[in-house]
């Protein structure tokens, strides 16, 4: 059908939104693509609407491909069945709770697990109605810390989520690989390059789980990929661990006085000024044990503290503490917590002291002591000796101290070998644009979702989850496909398939423009027609380009002589064409 | 397309539903529709879905053509533009609100008009942008005090919402017509007879609003119509005004013992037994004036006792109360309000005492004092005389008593006159549809949606606001179409459009059945194929019953011989074709 611009819905801006951090979110607010209402939560034009509903096709038709059927949940949903799996608790202040006239709890859904496990579990009991694939495409709520980025990290926002249902754990690889192969189609279909990373599947507490992710410099993800094909997120991520050293002929353990040497560099420099080196070398930060304090604030509301050691040319990575130590929240001791356990002494904490353990559940504070997979036993390092401005060296693990576990938080380099031994891994950033997880039996242990399988007994159902975000997919869109002019649409999901521009103030342009709207329109095209008559030729030709449909048209003085530019949008290309070629020249592209 | 029922996701039920008191509740529930979630909140399975998305597409078609655009809003608001107008509060307990972690105040929007007068605020500003008419389908939120009757009245349901924006009365005129017969169009093609009638503008406060309701006994609203055209909804009808009567000759004032006459039936057969009529006959309850006793709960909270006298041969009408008194929440007097009035004698109340004014502002009680339009200058009548056991008689409307004012609050008789001169009116009911309201300037008032004029004047806009409920019309729709089997849908919202059933264990009868799945596929049909290979004829044929696609073609064992049936769920007849006639057959009805 032909939409003209001089009764459509928009107004393009000169101003970019004040408060745009980045080009999807300017551009979509410029263009008259969205509106926003409130922090992270969008209106959305006919433009935007457009937009959304061919990504919204695209998916469906993939999944209706991949035999998942559609269905749809309410956002409002009640407390009782996120009660039972936990997760009313813990998402903490991550979700709206509200309570209706007869002061019942309520939620606005972030996910549906619960609910699409009970729907099935009231449908189904037999082995034979499964496998089954059930999506919805729908909008979700999370009530975000810090919404930003437009719709990049929105607290109402546009999800496929889509549920597998197997009996056997064959069958929930059989039903994750076809989830898996749709999300491929659908992302070459939207024209957007992704990379399949392993990735944690955190809380939602199930065992395999793997992000596509849009490889690009500008992406707010990590990950690491080896030459040999091996990729993950910086949270899956895990060390490959050495081979533990005899303590036959290592150093005894030294105490040394340290003063003004708070800081592993200061550590080091120290070091190196008052003792030797093993191999005659220097000391680096890979010799010391770093020890950093960490806050768990449980579900519960306990706070405990937590102490991580590694070696002291690492950071702790927020990511994979996150992961780590999840549903926990964990922050960076305060010096509240420091008061309160005077034996730890800033600065010059380690895991062993003359009196005896210090770290530990043994130990003389009870606070848990968690080591990098890569301090194993027979390592030996410089550390401290919970003395003000005192250090020791020589200090051997397994054989001088011990920890209460293992845990993967350390900053992942480039160089890292890859656990696949596939090689060094590089570091690379790129946007989560999908997420595939096999959950596993843990939602249908806590609902009761069982069938009876082919011998008469009752088996768990094990489930996978499958989520898309398709605003988040249409803004990262966005952000991939914009120049200083506005945006540029692939041509997949523009919101109109060309753009005509009548440019000029005579008849014979608007009898041109018009008729040719009308045959594109019978060729079957989607056409937005910049009818207005009293906008000059450059303010049209400024909203095509932030407006971004790939194709335009340009109808101006030639039109008389029956000829009419095509004009790229992406290239910049402009080219005479005689008007009757038009149509087939677009189809050709 | 064809979609296998060997693998769809859908169960039919045998029971009811115990909570469900209507046929389109129960027969949505167990053909596999939708699927309740809490109260007054379903969830939508495939079949359902596939019926909505059917309707909206319609809508959608409808509101194309009438040149409005569409957009969407999230549920998700913000309480400022609801405070503005005053709606956050006058929505009382009818909402669900909440708040974030910030502690900012949201709602879930139950309708759009403020951020629909935003959004328009925000992007113009000249005439030369209007008229514009936007609308957008989307989930809508009330906290019912009473969710019931399935989808009819729910807490979640979809809403197709336009708003016309003009700068002139005319204009306004203009898009409200567009947008009321896009309606027409919209009910003509989902096969729903409806009835356009007056109603009240009520608490969106405009001037012209008008309802569509589907005529049937079964509908919860009633309505009155004249031969002459004349129709409204109860809450607007307006009474036709007797003339005064002259005082001239008129009786005196008498008051009389009434012992144990508490109801107008007890007074009027003591009035026939110790007075004597006017007229000679006998007294009727419609000469008595009846003084009813309401207490309001105004927004602010205050609670206010007013008092409506009306002919005893009419009592009050709950939703002509509402609509009258609105904001204000109305119930009948307690007998706490009694105790703390003991100038009103209950049974015994009436304007006028012998030691003066007795309700009205300007009175002993203070009470205000509101009538029946009927009850006009000069009209005599027996009533209380707020002494126990005692009533007047010959008390003069005009001369012996006044009134603060008028008030629309009796119920409607058949036969009553019609406003508009056009005869006695008939009652009967009906289902509301669609509602369309001129607005007025109401929302771009307090919202400051302005725009210059031709002159260069800034001038308020003109509002039109234009609701259908989807999921409702959805379920009257399954109300009104279903038997004692099951669901018969009209073609045009069918879920499917054929239903073919293989009813046999043959392969020939699955090879056929395979065949003209696919040639109807072919034909553009969208298919639903019973290919469960173990289950009998009887429950193939029970659930196309249930399910209620309107055309089904039976593949038995004649199917051998080419012979198919074709099955109209509608009529129940079944009819032996040639299959290779069965596509041109199903494109001919």
Known sequence: MVTRLSHFFLRTLREDPSDAEVASHRWLVRAGYIRRQAPGIFAWLPLGLRVKAKIETIIREEMTNAGAYEVHFPALLPREPYEVTGRWEEYGDGIFRLKDRKDADYLLAPTHEEVFTLLVKDLYNSYKDLPLSIYQIQ????????????????????????????????????????????????????????????????????????????????????????????????????????????????????????????????????????????????????????????????????RELVIVGLPGDRDVDDKRVEVAFAPAEVEQATPEDFERNPLLVKGYIGPWSETGAILGEESATGIRYLLDPRVVDGTSWITGANIDQMHVHSLVAGRDFTADGYVEVSTVRAGDPAPDGSGPVELARGMEIGHVFQLGRKYAEALGLKVLDENGKLVTVTMGSYGIGVTRILAIIAELNNDEKGLIWPASVAPFDVHIVAAGRDAVVFDVAEALSAELEAAGLDVLYDDRPKVSPGVKFGDAEIVGVPKIVIVGRAAAEGQVELWDRRTGDREVVPVAEVAQRLRAR
């Open 139 to 302: 909008d979700k709520y999370r009530d975000e810390a810090r919404p930003r980025a437009g719709l990049l990290r929105g607290r109402e926002f546009t999800m496929k989520d889509a549920y597998s249902f197997d009996y056997t754990d064959a069958g929930l690889d059989a039903s994750y690989m076809s989830q898996r192969d749709a999300y491929e189609r659908i992302f070459q279909r939207l024209g957007l390059e992704y990379v399949i990373v392993q990735a944690d599947a955190g809380a939602m507490g199930g065992s395999r789980s793997e992000e596509f992710l849009h490889p690009t410099p500008i992406g707010e993800d990590t990950f690491v990929r080896s030459a040999g094909g091996y990729a993950a997120n910086v949270e899956a991520f895990t060390t490959v661990v050495p081979e533990p050293i005899p303590f036959d002929g290592l150093a005894e353990t030294v105490i040394f006085d340290s003063p003004n040497t708070p800081t592993i560099q200061t550590l080091v420099d120290h070091a190196n000024a008052v003792l030797s080196a093993p191999e005659g070398g220097d000391f680096t930060a890979a010799d010391t044990l770093k020890n950093v304090v960490l806050a768990l604030t449980h579900l519960d509301g306990t």
